[in-house]
């Protein structure tokens, strides 16, 4: 082989199994932030099709700097069907991937599997900046470069002591878990069984219901039996907890289902819970008309892991004659998720303040795929201020949930009514 003249010789050192070099246990890896940010603002007429990978390293209570080259690994599975692929480390800890051309399936499998790698050894002390309970979030460069170039912008402002803050209550522990178990188990969940009403803002002179979301509240449940413990920071114990949670919950309404008649109800549960016996003895009260009445509240993070599950899921729901609502979605997974594939009859997505600050071509995306859809129906909860209600109303969404919903019926009003007067403020 001939080898250019000139050409460096490549430097290799030798280092035993176990060890680390010094020079490498002393440095930490060079920060991208300027790097990204001029790439980005240098291509920014060019973004079209890139799509970007944020994982919040950040959040993780224990960092590592072998996180950065578990990552890479990973990646490197999706190489050889990227046109473009770039991974850029920030001063915040947080990994930025870039790509093009890389199918969203592949994409969502890898960062799933880098997401169970690394909460396998640590814990997520918060949710992430989008108000996801999960370790990365993908998106279309596109649509969010603002707030991308806005975010790496803000980590040169950002001391790196104040880029996290601890959570005060420590995460849950397998004992302590194991102690609330049983301790549910006798325990009378009726107190902290809540219902809160999805209503449609488009009817006329009454307020229309179209369902009742029943749940459990988790943090009321919690200062009621662990005090002392976060049940919701660690994904896979509390993930674990809620599915036994479920069964708590089917019990007790077994005990009479004379509720769901005249009226219709969200149960929220997870995939596993549906395909169990104890979903069977629930099923086996209600009569096919009851079961009409009845929504299955499915979570996105939840169908994501296990979309064979939920395979099963809609087929057997299907047959029973049960609605399926898939919960926890954002303006990102709406715009991207095909509904109509996934079957479901509601899609609910997650208010947030951020969504009134969308460009014209984000919302207009936004939009186009909420009037695009015939078989699914939008929910926009988490609806705390009137703001929430008047965004829904503009972007074609009939169905609102939310502590403003609450607040506005408890007074007597109409929510059409409601978001009339504030239009009429905002003017």
Same mark, same amino acid.
């Given at each position: 082989?001939?080898?250019? !003249? &000139? ?21 930490? !890896? ?6 990204? $940010?001029? $790439? ?18 950040s ?13 890479? @690994? ?27 051309? %890389? ?7 890898? #960062? ?16 992430? !900046? ?12 596109s ?8 975010f ?7 001391? +790196? ?11 849950i ?23 809160? !009403?999805?209503?449609n ?42 599915? &036994? ?17 005249? @009226?219709?109800?969200?149960? &929220? ?21 009851? @079961? ?12 994501v892991?296990? %979309? ?16 399926? #609502? ?13 509904l ?17 600050? =969308? ?16 078989? #699914? ?5 988490r #609806?705390? +201020?009137?703001?929430?209600? =008047? ?22 009003? $109409? ?8 239009? =009429?403020?905002?003017?």
């Open positions: 082989m001939n080898r250019q !003249p &000139n050409a460096p010789k490549r430097d290799w050192v030798r280092v035993k199994p176990g060890e680390r070099s010094a020079t490498a246990m002393a440095e930490r !890896p060079e920060h991208d932030d300027q790097k990204l $940010l001029t $790439l980005l603002q240098s291509a920014k007429r060019e973004v079209q099709g890139l799509r970007l990978i944020h994982l919040h390293m959040l993780l209570k224990d960092k590592s700097q072998l996180d950065n080259i578990s990552i890479k @690994r990973a990646m490197q599975e999706t190489a050889d069907q990227s046109a473009y692929l770039q991974i850029f480390s920030l001063s915040n800890d947080d990994v930025i991937i870039l790509y093009k051309g %890389i199918k969203f399936s592949l994409i969502s499998e890898v #960062c799933s599997k880098i997401e169970k790698l690394m909460l396998a050894r640590t814990v997520m002390m918060k949710r992430n !900046p989008y108000g996801e309970d999960s370790l990365y979030s993908i998106m279309e460069l649509l969010n470069f603002v707030n991308v170039i806005r790496i912008e803000g980590l040169a402002r950002e001391s +790196s002591a104040d880029s996290v803050k601890a959570e005060t209550k420590p995460p522990t397998l004992e302590e878990l194991g102690k609330i178990e049983r301790a549910v188990q006798m325990f009378d969940l009726s107190p902290f069984m809540l219902n809160q !009403p999805v209503v803002i488009q009817t006329g002179d009454a307020t229309h219901y179209e369902y009742f979301e029943l749940y459990i509240a988790i943090k009321a449940l919690e200062e009621r039996l662990s005090p002392s413990y976060d049940i919701t920071a660690n994904k896979w114990l509390f993930s674990y907890f809620t599915a &036994n949670l479920d069964n708590s919950v089917l019990k007790a309404l077994n005990y009479g289902v004379d509720f769901l008649r005249g @009226r219709r109800i969200g149960l &929220n549960l997870n995939l596993s819970t549906v395909m169990s016996s104890a979903f069977v003895k629930f099923d086996e009260r209600l009569t096919a008309d009851l @079961r009409g009445n009845v929504i299955l509240e499915i979570n996105k993070a939840d169908l892991e296990n %979309i064979d599950t939920y395979k099963e899921v809609v087929d057997f729901a299907s047959s029973k004659g049960y609605k399926i #609502c898939i919960d926890g979605l954002n303006d990102f997974w709406v715009t991207h998720m095909d109509e594939y996934m079957a479901c009859d509601y899609a609910k997505i997650f208010w947030t303040d951020e969504m009134d600050q =969308m460009s014209d071509y984000e919302y207009k995306s936004f939009a186009d795929k909420i009037q695009g859809q015939s078989n #699914c129906r939008f929910i926009l909860a #609806c705390g +201020s009137v703001s929430g209600l =008047m965004f829904a109303e503009k972007a074609g969404i009939d169905l609102v949930q939310g502590r403003i919903v609450d607040n506005i019926l408890r007074k007597g009003v $109409l929510i059409r009514d409601a978001i009339k007067s504030a239009k =009429m403020m905002h003017e």
